[in-house]
């Protein structure tokens, strides 16, 4: 199919079915987005190393919303990618043809997103078909690559790509996803209409939270990029346009290392060994910036991974409006997280609540209480308003509940921003009560080990 430009294509094959089959649906509603952005930034980093006089970075999501059904209450979307980045070079080819590929690992580029090259595959979990429009550099030539893919399609592989001759201007890659599937609808929209959920505005918002951190680590690397977003609906006669851009990234207000202490998996044990852990505050004044809400994070390779803003806002109130006249973001990165995020980047495996964590086959030497005691008190700092004072909701606390400064600290409770005398008093006393139940089953275990022996004699 096509002509053939040099290339082996000798078990280059791509497994569709297999690879949703062994790749979970992501539970993060853009993860589509993100996945395309990310790998059109990685794209535009690949042709800057070699060409250091690209032009600056342009990236260009479209969404059109059509009519699902005559009754109008359903829609379905389709979402393109362009960009002018290096394009589907032989070896990109390569990468995408293979499921666990390491291409990225292997390239000495600053800034490149090293991953488990599996992100794709949730194009094929949300789209039912996918259009590839590609021109890349090819000594002193240029080569145009196209591929159009559709289920119940098995598997894509390099033949399938037609290849022609290509222009310098058009060096780049589009790619289209249509046929959004029904099935995932509910996963992702939780009852909102799709043109609400990745709107042109909602996008660029959320966008700008997803790829903040790793927008401004590469500096000027991309130039003065444009990540533009348009969105078309079938009701509506005018598309809609916004665009992220050099400009719009706020500088952070504090960086913060952390080291977490850890443990030994059996026993708790103190190990004075170290995980280091890194804090990036991002403080946005809500007039400036209108985002839906404030964001603290656990990420992976600079991008959010775990959500955890409801451990330190704990009202939806708190989490949903500025704090302070400012929004708050907070991403926290490590080297340990970085190893541990699952292949769908929603969440990270093998990190128990506590340590010992319970299970025999453990071997983890952090625990998510162990990572919160460290950054708690850090990220208290940050996002709590100057006014605030806890000891007015420990004065409360005390008057209602006879919950004392005493029993906070015998317990290691932290009264937090946002959080209610009687919430503090109900973490207080279940506290104690686990204390308690632990202490019985302590002294249960006991009195059997004692009458064990003593039957033995």
């Keep these: 199919m096509g002509l053939d430009y040099g290339l082996d294509h000798k078990k280059m094959t791509l497994d569709i079915r297999g690879s949703i089959k062994?790749?979970?649906l992501s539970l993060n509603q853009?993860?589509?987005f993100e996945e395309l952005i990310a790998n059109a930034i990685d794209a535009y980093l690949i042709r800057r190393a070699s060409d250091p006089s690209a032009p600056d970075m342009n990236i260009m999501i479209e969404v059109d919303f059509l009519r699902a059904d005559l009754l109008d209450d359903r829609e379905l979307m389709n979402v393109s990618c362009g960009?002018?980045?290096?394009g589907l070079g032989d070896d990109q080819l390569k990468a995408f043809l293979t499921k666990d590929t390491s291409y990225k690992d292997d390239l000495s580029i600053s800034g490149i997103g090293k991953c488990k090259g599996a992100g794709r595959f949730q194009f094929f979990h949300h789209f039912a078909a996918m259009r590839i429009t590609s021109t890349y550099r090819n000594g002193d030539t240029f080569l145009k690559r196209e591929l159009r893919y559709s289920e119940p399609q098995k598997q894509i592989e390099a033949d399938d790509f037609a290849t022609a001759p290509g222009a310098e201007a058009d060096i780049g890659t589009i790619i289209r996803l249509e046929q959004f599937k029904e099935a995932v609808r509910p996963r992702i929209s939780h009852g909102d209409a799709l043109s609400t959920?990745?709107?042109a505005p909602a996008l660029k918002k959320q966008m700008l939270v997803a790829f903040l951190q790793r927008l401004v680590g590469l500096g000027e690397q991309l130039g003065n990029f444009e990540i533009r977003f348009t969105t078309r609906h079938w009701k509506d006669d005018q598309a809609k346009t916004e665009a992220l851009r050099l400009a719009d990234l706020p500088a952070v207000t504090a960086e913060r290392p952390v080291d977490v202490e850890e443990r030994d998996p059996a026993s708790g044990a103190r190990l004075g060994t170290w995980q280091?852990?890194?804090?990036s505050h991002y403080q946005l004044d809500a007039e400036q910036y209108d985002l839906p809400r404030n964001a603290i994070a656990f990420c992976a390779k600079s991008t959010p991974v775990k959500?955890?803003?409801?451990?330190?806002?704990?009202?939806?109130?708190?989490?949903?409006?500025?704090?302070?006249?400012f929004h708050h973001i907070v991403l926290i990165e490590a080297d340990y997280l970085d190893a541990r995020v699952n292949e769908q980047r929603d969440d990270f495996d093998n990190i128990p609540d506590e340590i010992p964590s319970g299970d025999m086959f453990s071997s983890e030497k952090l625990s998510y209480a162990d990572i919160h005691e460290a950054l708690d008190p850090v990220i208290d700092e940050m996002v709590t308003p100057a006014?605030?004072?806890k000891e007015e909701v420990l004065k409360e606390a005390t008057h209602q509940f006879g919950i004392s400064e005493a029993m906070l600290q015998d317990t290691k409770t932290r009264i937090v921003y946002g959080e209610s005398a009687q919430s503090v008093?109900?973490?207080?006393?279940?506290?104690y009560q686990k204390t308690v139940i632990d202490e019985t089953a302590a002294i249960f275990s006991l009195k059997e080990e004692i009458s064990t022996l003593l039957s033995s004699e």
Excluded at 83 to 86: E, P, R, V, W
Excluded at 308 to 316: A, V, W
Aim: with cysteine; glycine share 8%; aromatic share 10%.
């Design 307 to 325: 959500d955890i803003t409801g451990h330190y806002l704990r009202t939806r109130t708190e989490q949903n409006n500025p704090v302070g006249g």
């Design 387 to 389: 006014d605030w004072k």
């Design 30 to 32: 853009y993860v589509v």
């Design 197 to 199: 959920l990745f709107s």
């Design 22 to 24: 062994n790749t979970k």
């Design 276 to 279: 280091s852990f890194n804090l």
């Design 425 to 431: 008093a109900e973490r207080v006393l279940s506290k």
């Design 83 to 86: 960009d002018n980045g290096c």
